[in-house]
Every structure is written in C-alpha cells, then in structure tokens.
C-alpha cells in the first residue's frame, strides 16, 4: 500500500513560492500522485494529479522525478488565502474504491503577511 | 462543491440513538465514498460504494453501515451512537479514471 509521508507543517512569507514534498517509496506501477486542498470547515479540493514528470495547472505544478518515490507540489506567488491543509494522494484511480488511498494527515501551509 | 450535497450540516445526538447522513449527488459518478475527519488522524474511508447495491467496508467501517438504492444517494447510519464517532464527515464522488475525488462540505455530527 503506498501510504505517504508529508511535513506537518510549513510556513511561507506572502509572494514566495512554496514547494510541498511528499514521500511514497513503495508507489506501484498502475498508481496516480494527486493533491487535495482543504480550507477549515470545507471538503477537500482538487489540485492536480499526475503520473510522471511535471503537470502544471492554472494555480500549481506537480513535479514528479524519474523514480516516482516522491513528488513536489509547487504554488507559485503564495498569498494569504493559499493558507490551507494539503494532502498528497497515491493510489492506482482505476481502482478507485478499493481500500488502497490514504489521505495521511497533510501538510498545513500558513502564510505569512 | 456543485453536485454534492451532504445532510444535515451539523447534527447532535445521544448516545445510543441511531443516526443518518445522507449525501446526495447529480453527477452521476459511479463511486460514492464516506469518510470521517478527526484531528490527528487526517481523512479516514469509512465505507464507498462503487454501484447502487454495492458496497464495501474502508478502514473504518466498525459501527457503521451504508446504503445506496439510487445512484444519486448515499446513506450513512450509526446503528448506536457512541461518542468516539463524533467527527466530521465527509462524503465524496468519483469516476475514474479521469480526475480525482469531489467532496461535499461535511456533516458535523456531536454525541453527547
């Protein structure tokens, strides 16, 4: 089961970009790097998916080396409202609703004025 | 989130009353989840259905039980409330393999 390991925590200044690490050495062939976003008292949302290499959309990049046993979330240009919890996913979406995604705890990202 | 509804919003209940959430979805996703939220633990599945009649137990799904008779809802029951099952919860939508999960914006459920 390719669970994941993140930082609990990071701060980031207003402006800079930020860049979330997660770890999944036992990631498998058939398996998808996604990341959530969640806001207090909200559902998490959808970021970005990907397999390998890097996947930029209109609010991040996804950077995914050769190996795959990690991956990079990058938010460009943080502002306040980018304050959040975020979850790195891994796990085979074909088969999604088998027992094999873990959300773990996440990385919370505060920004700083 | 469009598409995804959960109710009631917030709910408090005794101990040893018998609880149900229900979400409700116009998306049409094959694949319904539910998850419970509780500090230090992250998001964890309790239960996901992936077709009307057909569901399958999370990592925990201990004194829950699920429903789905109809592609669009989903039902929650605590049989017998306990206090360690207040939480948020969440309920979710997908239909892979394109994107990920859509979440509705929780139940906040309080046993007392």
């Known amino acids: 089961l390719a669970k994941t390991t993140q930082p609990i925590s990071m701060d980031s200044y207003e402006g800079q970009e930020v860049n979330i690490t997660c770890s999944h050495n036992?990631?498998?062939?058939?398996?998808?790097i996604t990341w959530y976003q969640q806001f207090p008292s909200q559902g998490p949302r959808f970021i970005i998916q990907g397999y390998k290499t890097k996947v930029t959309n209109e609010v991040a990049s996804l950077f995914i080396p050769a190996d795959r046993k990690s991956s990079t979330l990058s938010l460009p240009r943080v502002s306040l409202s980018d304050t959040a919890v975020y979850y790195c996913?891994?796990?085979?979406?074909?088969?999604?609703?088998?027992?094999?995604?873990?959300f773990g705890t996440g990385t919370r990202l505060t920004v700083i004025p | 989130d469009a598409g995804i509804t959960q109710s009631p919003r917030h709910k408090v209940t005794e101990t040893g009353t018998p609880v149900t959430l229900r979400c409700h979805q116009t998306e049409n996703h094959r694949y319904m989840y539910w998850y419970r939220q509780d500090p230090g633990h992250g998001l964890r599945l309790i239960h996901y259905?992936?077709?009307?009649?057909?569901?399958d137990k999370g990592e925990v799904s201990d004194g829950y039980s699920v429903s789905r008779s109809k592609t669009e809802d989903f039902l929650l029951t605590l049989e017998s409330a306990t206090s360690s099952q207040t939480s948020v919860y969440f309920c979710a939508i997908s239909e892979p393999p394109a994107g990920g999960y859509t979440f509705g914006s929780g139940t906040r459920l309080t046993v007392v």
């Open positions: 036992n990631i498998a062939t058939n398996d998808y």
């Open positions: 996913l891994v796990g085979d979406m074909q088969r999604a609703g088998a027992n094999n995604l873990f």
């Open positions: 259905s992936y077709g009307v009649k057909d569901t």
